[in-house]
């Protein structure tokens, strides 16, 4: 069963850093690789918007309010997908979840597998 698993979340103070991982399983039919992977976030009382993402040729996309902060990367040897958060701000203060699809796309419905998600929580 397609499972995903992020880590690393938790607390830190404004301009801290802090990595998220997420370990992909049970992709019966589809090589890791080949998966399109994105990072998403949602914030108490708004919509889930997407952070981040990395294709199957490595190529990335930011969403406008990271650009410059976070960085996307994949380790496909270890099925695993980071997100390298810095200087985090309170407005990065969210659930974020981790996503895959053989295709993708800029929304969360182009991603039909997700993770139970991972807290950040950024303080001023």
């Known amino acids: 069963q397609a499972q995903l698993v992020e880590s690393g979340g938790g607390s830190v103070q404004d301009g801290g850093s802090m990595r998220l991982s997420c370990a992909a399983s049970?992709?019966?039919?589809?090589?890791?690789?080949?998966?399109?992977m994105g990072w998403f976030r949602q914030a108490p009382g708004k919509e889930r918007e997407g952070v981040a993402a990395?294709?199957?040729?490595?190529?990335?996309s930011y969403a406008d309010p990271v650009k410059g902060r976070f960085t996307v990367s994949r380790d496909n040897a270890k099925n695993t997908l980071y997100l390298q958060m810095n200087s985090l701000n309170p407005e990065d203060t969210a659930m974020y979840y981790c996503?895959?699809?053989?295709?993708?796309?800029?929304?969360?419905?182009?991603?039909?597998?997700w993770g139970q998600g991972t807290q950040v929580t950024v303080s001023s």
């Open positions: 996503a895959a699809d053989p295709n993708g796309g800029p929304r969360a419905r182009d991603f039909a597998y």
């Open positions: 049970g992709y019966t039919g589809y090589t890791y690789s080949k998966l399109c």
């Open positions: 990395i294709s199957s040729d490595g190529s990335t």
